[in-house]
């Protein structure tokens, strides 16, 4: 029982200094591998993520003295980083039909991040220096989340027709 609140102690010191014990680094290396385990690869995760860290950094490069640019870029802003949102919901997703609904989304706010860009380039006069390299990454993304949707709701037919009712 001492041990027991000699340890407990010792986690407490831990958490107050921040310092963080050999046992607590692997509880929390397992706890990220868990996260990993979902329907989306980290990688892909963390692909989305930097999409919308390019969205970030280009919405802070854009000039808002214009009222469209403004109006523009908030746009940009909130689809180009709901595609990361709605790819982490779609990573926990419960079921077949969840995660296809879940890329729907993250679908359709790449499409419309695309939309934004291509105004901006086209209408508003904002070099495509800035604007291509996340034109691309939009397309790119769109293609992937189109295949992932086609190849999920061909794996959920087939395991339907496998069980008859």
């Known amino acids: ?8 102690k010792r ?7 921040g310092t ?7 509880k929390t290396e397992i706890v990220k591998a868990e996260i990993d385990q979902g329907r989306i690869s980290s990688e892909f995760r963390e692909r989305t993520k930097q999409f919308a860290a390019a969205t970030i950094r280009l919405h802070v490069k854009l000039p808002k003295m214009r009222e469209e640019v403004r109006v523009l870029g908030k746009q940009l802003l909130r689809s180009g980083t709901s595609v990361a949102a709605q790819i982490r919901k779609a990573s926990r997703a419960r079921s ?3 995660f296809v609904a879940r890329l729907g989304g993250a679908l359709q706010d790449a499409d419309e991040s695309a939309l934004w860009l291509e105004l901006l380039r086209e209408n508003c006069g904002i070099g495509s220096q800035l604007t291509q ?6 397309y ?20 339907k027709s496998d069980n008859p009712p």
């Open 140 to 159: 790119e993304l769109l293609a992937m989340f189109t295949t992932m949707i086609k190849r999920t709701r061909e794996k959920s037919r087939g395991s």
């Open 96 to 98: 077949d039909e969840e």
């Open 133 to 138: 390299p996340l034109e691309a990454e939009s």
């Open 1 to 8: 029982m001492a041990a027991g609140r000699s340890r407990a």
């Open 11 to 17: 986690n407490r010191a831990c958490e107050l200094t």
């Open 20 to 26: 963080e014990s050999a046992r607590d680094k692997a």
